[in-house]
């Protein structure tokens, strides 16, 4: 097979339909999780954060192991795309499960929470590290690996605005009061909606690159490479640091107009309209990416991504208009770096086999969507160890300390580690000249064992 070549709209499309899928339950997680499990489920801030830890620390057993069983993997479909089939289903009922509220005693709501969250997130690990490892070896050509990435997260997007745009009208209109059967009937849609764009993701794909034949390297050898593999350490820094923000901030928004703005209908408003940006900015990430270099363009618009962060904690209540024009700026800079994180990913599985003669596609992207996952439980837990803190009690007229710290997680927390992954940016090595002569060398390399 061709390994460098140019990828067919179909496939990129196809491919796409996959974070499609998966953003249909992921999105759902980061808007409504902390705010569902406080407000509808019937658990108490601080419970919910120590959930969201807890789940963390048996991630970080799974996801390498879910890395080493990925790169083991070896059938006539590939290594990655079979479990992007096999989890399809099980991916869709754990998402509806874990959105679904039993009439059970608190210890036993809490226990029903904690087993639907640890399968999700293990049929999760099952699921996106092997698609994310995916788009590694579907082409090593560096402009379809953005291209595709763009592809990957225009579609993403899709799922996300519908989230942010129907789920909460979905929940009012089913439950009619009920939030809880409305939460059941809303992510049951998404659950099936996911489950066939996976199919579609596997039908429509293929695998190119494949390890050298004479690869020998064993687990412990893959893993010393990745400690030793200094632009794969910035990465895990700042994808762990990142999607704590992410999470930080994603799950306090609904608190932010329920309790600060006194205009919860609006929430769905503010994200469309976001969102709606950010699919502008990653239509423009590619173009910047080439002439700009990945890296480059990852830190500014980092940057940028923080100063409008910031800004919100200048915003009186009645300032919604204010707020909506600087959410879509701060979500169109922040969009020219949604595509570049996975394709510096694949560059980094690139640069390992380029350094070690050697190649861990699945176990690099263990590491990284570890950090990711990690990073999404730690913010989900700091946002309810604040909401703690600072006083909020649920359902109800807050006090003065409880909406301050209701701001100050949309604003000054998250723009300080915005800030924090720019900088971390500055010790990843691969630039747009490394990219290249990576690229050309392996491409060399290939020929030799390609069938």
């Known amino acids: 097979m061709e390994t460098s070549g140019k990828l067919s709209i179909k496939e990129k499309v196809g491919y796409a339909l996959g974070d499609t899928a998966a953003n249909l339950i992921f999105q759902t997680m ?45 059938t006539r479909w590939g290594k990655f795309r079979p479990w992007v ?18 009439d059970f005693s ?89 489950v066939l764009c996976f199919f579609i993701t596997f039908a429509t794909t293929k695998e190119r690159i494949q390890p050298p034949p004479e690869q020998k390297a064993t687990v412990k050898e893959h893993y010393k490479d990745l ?5 794969w350490v910035a990465m895990f820094v700042l ?73 919100f904690y200048l915003f009186p209540p009645n300032a919604v208009e204010i707020m909506i024009g600087t959410e879509c700026l701060r979500q169109l800079v922040y969009g020219f770096t949604i595509p570049l994180l996975w394709a510096m990913m694949a560059d980094v599985a690139d640069y390992s086999e380029w350094k070690n003669y050697r190649r861990a596609t699945g176990i690099i992207f263990s590491a990284i969507v570890f950090a990711l996952k990690a990073g999404l439980g730690f913010g989900g837990a700091i946002t309810g160890y604040i909401l703690a803190l600072y006083g909020y009690v649920p359902n109800v007229e807050q006090t003065a300390t409880a909406l301050q710290g209701i701001v100050n997680t949309m604003s000054i927390f998250p723009a300080i580690t915005f800030t924090l992954c720019a900088v971390t940016l500055f010790f990843y090595t691969i630039n747009k000249q490394m990219e290249v002569a990576i690229t050309t060398e392996l491409t060399e390399r290939r020929k030799r064992y390609v069938k």
């Open 106 to 194: 608190p210890t036993g709501k809490l226990i029903y929470a904690y087993v639907t969250y640890i399968i999700l997130m293990m049929v999760y690990s099952a699921n996106n590290l092997p698609y994310s490892a995916l788009s590694g070896v579907m082409t090593g050509d560096l402009g379809e690996r953005t291209s595709l990435s763009s592809y990957r997260f225009v579609f993403a997007m899709i799922a996300q605005l519908i989230v942010q745009g129907l789920a909460l009208p979905m929940v009012h209109y089913f439950g009619k009061g009920n939030s809880a059967i409305g939460y059941q009937y809303t992510i049951g849609i998404f659950s099936a909606v996911a």
């Open 239 to 311: 994808t762990f640091i990142l999607f704590i923000t992410l999470a930080m901030r994603g799950s306090v928004v609904l608190y932010y107009f329920k309790y600060y703005v006194g205009r919860e209908d609006l929430f769905s408003i503010f994200n469309v309209a976001g969102t709606l940006s950010t699919i502008v900015g990653i239509l423009f990430s590619k173009r910047l990416a080439v002439r700009f270099g990945k890296r480059d363009v990852f830190i500014g618009g980092l940057f940028g991504t923080a100063f409008f962060t910031v800004l």
């Open 85 to 102: 089939l096999w989890t399809a289903i099980p991916f869709g009922i754990m998402g509806f499960l874990t959105f679904v509220t039993p």
């Open 30 to 74: 980061v808007m409504f999780q902390l705010a569902f499990y406080t407000d509808t489920f019937g658990i108490s801030a601080v419970a919910a954060g120590t959930l969201l830890v807890i789940v963390r620390v048996w991630d970080a057993i799974f996801d390498p192991i879910m890395g080493i069983i990925a790169d083991k993997t070896n």
């Open 227 to 231: 400690v030793k593999n200094g632009p």
